[in-house]
């Protein structure tokens, strides 16, 4: 893992070959978006995405 940031109920893990953003849900914390690559001035382009 190289890097986490926690945004109150959501999160953004960088990995070495993928970013996950993460939202607490009652039963814990889920992936909600994986497979993200960043994009210059715009939101991340995610391969899945999930509520």
């Keep these: 893992m190289r ?3 926690v945004y ?3 999160a953004r893990v960088v990995l070495n070959a993928d970013t996950l953003f993460l939202s607490v849900f009652p039963a814990g914390w889920k992936v909600t978006a994986a497979g993200c690559v960043p994009r210059s001035q715009q939101p991340y382009q ?3 995405k999930g509520g």
Excluded: D, F
Aim: hydrophobic share 20%; with cysteine.
């Design 3 to 5: 890097e986490v940031q």
């Design 8 to 10: 109150g109920r959501r």
């Design 46 to 48: 995610c391969q899945i």
